[in-house]
């Protein structure tokens, strides 16, 4: 656990270095953003994207040692988070559930809200 805590962080400020490698992932390298973290007192939001195309990606940073899989409970997890998001920004943006992982996410019925599915390859290109 403590391996995994520290490697999931480190994949994390390995991400945040690496913003323009993301954006060009996306298709959005020329687009004007604003880059952040969110949090709230019942949820928290690793990367924030705020385009000036009215859309924000919201993004799920996470290391894993295979691909990473979506749970029931974890779904509603990211629901409830999305949702807290958009009641406290007040926001009428788009937003765009954006994971970037390791392994990329494993398909099954709680992946499909998932806009963008990275893994970290792109952020060495």
């Known amino acids: 656990p403590t391996f995994l805590n520290w490697a999931g ?4 400020m390995v991400c945040l ?3 323009p490698q993301i954006k060009k992932a996306l298709g959005i390298g020329g687009v004007q953003t604003s880059t952040s973290t969110w949090q709230s007192p019942d949820a928290q939001i ?3 994207l705020d385009r000036k195309d009215q859309v924000i990606n919201l993004f799920e940073l996470k290391f894993s040692i295979n691909e990473y899989a ?3 409970k974890y779904d509603m997890n990211l629901r409830n988070k999305i949702a807290d998001f958009r009641r406290s920004t007040h ?12 392994y990329g996410v494993k398909r099954n019925k709680y992946s499909g809200m998932i806009r963008s599915n990275l893994t970290m ?3 060495f290109e």
């Open 9 to 12: 962080y480190a994949f994390e």
């Open 17 to 19: 270095h690496h913003l």
């Open 46 to 48: 690793d990367l924030v």
């Open 70 to 72: 979506i749970d029931k």
């Open 91 to 102: 926001t009428k943006k788009a937003l765009f559930l954006t994971f970037l992982t390791t």
């Open 121 to 123: 390859d792109i952020l």
